[in-house]
């Protein structure tokens, strides 16, 4: 199933005004763990699974990357992307993940942020981004972790005066689609475990050469007082393999 609820008006609208959609990298929880597993990105042909706003789109030309490609099922998104964007060597596309076809070695660093979560086919799309890299080359990504994905619910169990108790965790091994409650509305989403993510890249070729279960750095809980939860559970699972 594809799915494209960020062209849903109201839907982008409340996504819209998400700290990370205002504030940008800055303003994601995981963004200080996700920067270091990238590699050098000067020179470099990138692309951008699921890019959004193209946050990490000019990120990548902010370090040197020769040319940028970033692809989003969302009109919305890529709207909104190339509203912010004045550089001749960032483009955007507008595509379903599933759907990717590049050529063999297209790119030297492939790059998903929160995107993959949605995707059906998981391994499918490892096989095809590992074709589309040049030999050496880099795949960073982030999803929803698997404890948080695992009930479709999202949400953590409440004591009896509204108090966070505690985050369950249940059907975990029961891989398969979800659909989930995110900004008022139900978002389709797939769970797999751990175990079946990291083989996933294994089997398509990859090299693990790192694995991150971020929570939001001292910066972010500073700033945003609301995540002072997100420590006490994994919300982000991120992954950074080689060809």
């Not at 004045?86 to 076809?101: G, K, L, P, R």
């Not at 169990?157 to 966070?164: C, D, I, L, N, T």
Request: charged share 25%.
């Amino acid at each position: 199933m594809k799915q494209n609820k960020y062209d849903d008006p109201d839907f982008f609208d409340k996504y819209s005004q998400m700290a990370r959609s205002v504030g940008g990298l800055d303003a994601a929880g995981e963004w200080h763990a996700l920067r270091p597993m990238l590699p050098s990105l000067k020179d470099t042909r990138v692309l951008d699974l699921g890019c959004g706003y193209g946050w990490h789109c000019r990120y990548a030309r902010e370090q040197g990357a020769r040319s940028v490609l970033g692809m989003d099922i969302s009109e919305k998104m890529i709207e909104r992307a190339k509203s912010f964007n004045e550089d001749a060597a960032v483009t955007y596309i507008q595509a379903a993940i599933e759907d990717v076809v590049f050529e063999p070695g297209q790119f030297d660093v492939v790059i998903s942020s929160l995107a993959l979560h949605y995707v059906e086919d998981f391994e499918a799309v490892c096989r095809k981004i590992h074709d589309s890299l040049t030999p050496g080359g880099s795949f960073v990504l982030s999803m929803e972790h698997p404890v948080f994905t695992a009930v479709a619910a999202q949400d953590w169990h409440y004591g009896p005066a509204g108090e966070r108790l505690h985050w369950p965790v249940d059907r975990y091994q029961d891989e398969g689609m979800r659909v989930a409650r995110f900004l008022d509305s139900d978002v389709v989403k797939y769970h797999r475990t751990v175990a079946s993510i990291i083989n996933g890249l294994v089997q398509a070729g990859f090299r693990i050469t790192r694995v991150a279960e971020p929570g939001p750095s001292e910066e972010a809980l500073a700033q945003y007082p609301d995540m002072k939860d997100e420590t006490r559970r994994p919300i982000f699972l991120l992954i950074s393999v080689q060809k």
